[in-house]
């Protein structure tokens, strides 16, 4: 039997304006379904990995389209609470050049920011599972949701799942405060960390002389090694550095550290088709290669290589295989795969 995953978060409905058109102007929308966490289940599915994801849908066409949209990338829904009065939606306004995309949340009083720990079978949905994956935003829709999301980290650490937190902050929903003394609370649980220096510093709050150092790797190896110092139970942690050129034109590297080593991937400029789910598809691309016990280097190889094709898919979600991910890691952009 393969490693399972688990992931726990809000799905929303994705609304996003056409032709880089402004939301003041549009009369139409896109539609798609996205969050941080189905999104990473759904390209861990594409992996091949099997994978669940725990939430909550309200009970209409919405909530049936969201279903039949994870049960199409092979992602198990058994887990999934039906209920409360609607799916959360949120408005992408889509930038270009030097115009930066933005976001719109109309999420509040969701499904999902109803749920609570009691309504699930956490055993059931835990039961033989190698990864748990959580994200910062859950714990900032509602009270409810910050409690749910200390309760199954808990409980997973006592069944004996990995705990993988990406800290995912978000302004718009709650301070760097507010953030900060929550993920106090889930930090001694965490084994896999995706965080940068800007959590270390402003989340955190540690107090790192970034002068002492020559290189962006040797200043972010020096939060983490800080942040190993309180919580020595966390394995790894994960970042991206990303440079913006313009909306439309980025470069990405990634990062992983681990027993006091860092490793960096190769640097990749890129042209941008769909930023939203970059992220979570370097998330998953890391998660992947911890499930299959890949040596560092080549696991942040994978997962930076993954993220850079996401930016080139639209919608939330990585829909591309390993072959694929590992042929644009040997081969480049370019070629037609015959």
Known sequence: MGKKIVTLGEIMLRLSTIDNKRIIQSNSFQADYGGGEANVAISLSNFGIESSFITKLPENYLGECVLRYLKANQVNTNNIVLGGERLGTYYLEVGSGVRNSSVIYDRKYSSFSTLTYEEL????????????????ITPALSESCKDLTLKIIKKAKEMGVLVSFDFNFRGKLWTVEEAGKTFKEYLPYVDICFAGILDGKYILKLNVDEEKYDSFSEILKAYYKEINTIYPNIKYFISTKREIH????????????????????????????????????????????????????DTVEFATGASVIKHTIKGDANLVSVEEVENFIKNGAGKISR
Do not use: P
């Open 121 to 136: 079978n956490v055993e059931k949905a835990l039961k033989d599972v190698y990864i748990l994956h959580l994200s910062g």
């Open 246 to 297: 313009s909306v439309d034109d980025n470069s990405l590297e990634g990062f992983i550290y681990s027993k006091g080593c860092i490793y960096n991937s190769k640097k990749y400029r890129f042209s941008i088709v769909d930023r939203v789910g970059g992220g979570d598809a370097f998330a998953a691309g890391a998660l992947y290669g911890i499930i299959q016990d890949m040596n560092l280097k």
